[in-house]
């Protein structure tokens, strides 16, 4: 089964809104990442997020980690039309090498 | 700097045919991955490499075999492909934890190849 589990699984928004997407996972973890992918496209990094940090900011990003509820969030900021994309999160499993993805959430921002 | 590199682009494939998917990184990465994308699936890990000559299994490794044996390549092979293997692969690489001033972990990812298995 996934590690983690984006939702919600689609958005669309308006140019400008505020786009909120989240992840919760299962075990425990050193870091969470954030991926996105356009379509067709393989995925780009976005922003990583270890255990003992609670936020972090990434220009028009900003994302959450609450390790005791196994979630996480990706805020995007004043949404553009170019952020239209899907959007992963990816955990390790602690003790491994291997990163485990989500289902993702697809994004679409109406210009 | 090309980054992560996969060839082919596309392919088609009887049931029952073989093939290697290639994958190249040139950042010296000593991590290597190969994912497979279904729709609604998300990416799921077949194999994985933590060094020149080592692979070890994904969730998903059946039907698969890896091989690593330059540090910039890892290559995916199928034996006899089955429909079931239809997707798109995905290669990766990343630093280990703690290395790549800063940038740690973070996965590169190649642009993928679209198998067709009829």
């Known amino acids: 089964s996934q590690q983690g589990e984006e939702d919600p699984q689609a958005l669309s928004i308006q140019e400008g809104e505020n786009a909120t997407m989240n992840c919760s996972y299962k075990t425990s973890i050193n870091n969470l990442q954030w991926y996105r992918q356009n379509s067709g496209r393989g995925l780009v990094h976005l922003i990583l997020?270890?255990?003992?940090?609670r936020e972090k900011h990434s220009g028009r990003l900003r994302v959450t980690l609450d390790t005791s509820k196994k979630s996480s969030s990706l805020l995007i900021t004043a949404s553009r039309a170019a952020d239209t994309a899907s959007y992963f999160c990816a955990t390790d499993i602690r003790g491994t090498y291997k990163y485990i993805f989500g289902t993702g959430t697809r994004l679409k921002v109406l210009a | 700097n090309a980054g992560v590199t996969q060839t082919p682009k596309f392919r088609v494939l009887k049931t029952g045919q073989s093939m290697t998917l290639l994958c190249a990184q040139d950042?010296?990465?000593?991590?290597m991955y190969w994912y497979r994308q279904d729709p609604g699936m998300g990416l799921r890990l077949i194999h994985y490499s933590v060094g020149e000559g080592t692979t070890a299994k994904g969730e998903v490794p059946d039907g698969y075999n890896v091989s690593r044996l330059k540090k910039q390549n890892f290559l995916l092979g199928l034996e006899s492909a089955a429909p079931s293997q239809t997707s798109v692969y995905f290669c990766a690489s990343s630093y280990p934890p703690g290395k790549g001033g800063g940038v740690g972990e973070t996965q590169y990812f190649g642009p993928g190849t679209r198998l067709l298995v009829l």
């Open positions: 950042m010296n990465h000593e991590y």
């Open positions: 997020i270890r255990s003992n940090e």
